[in-house]
């Protein structure tokens, strides 16, 4: 049983930037697919990054040129750096893991961007 644990949310201006940290209490080694999903009050739960084991990512495209998503291995540790921030980026952002049986989910860390 794997737990990951979000981190790095919080309240910035637009333009702004945050890096969120999902670290994973065991390894992540084994985890071919990692990914970052955000929910808007009001609306549904929507992917925001993946990236897989061979290091290849996939990005909405509302946030193409701004994300990064990266992971860390050594650290069990998967990052998503966050640049040129919008209002519209306001959401709780979740970070997952596809084990072999099943998907495992953060808690969520709340971004908020506004002035």
């Known amino acids: 049983q794997v737990q990951l644990v979000e981190s790095g949310g919080g309240l910035v201006q637009p333009g702004g930037s945050l890096t969120l940290s999902c670290a994973a209490s065991g390894s992540i080694f084994g985890f071919n697919v990692m990914g970052w999903y955000r929910q808007a009050p009001g609306k549904q739960r929507e992917l925001v990054a993946r990236?897989?084991?061979?290091?290849?990512?996939v990005y909405v495209d509302s946030v193409k040129g701004r994300f990064t998503i990266s992971r860390d291995n050594a650290k069990n540790t998967l990052y998503l750096q966050m640049k040129s921030l919008k209002p519209e980026d306001t959401a709780v952002y979740y970070c997952n893991a596809h084990g072999t049986l099943r998907i495992y989910w953060g808690q969520g860390t709340a971004v908020t961007v506004s002035s």
């Open positions: 990236i897989v084991s061979g290091g290849n990512t």
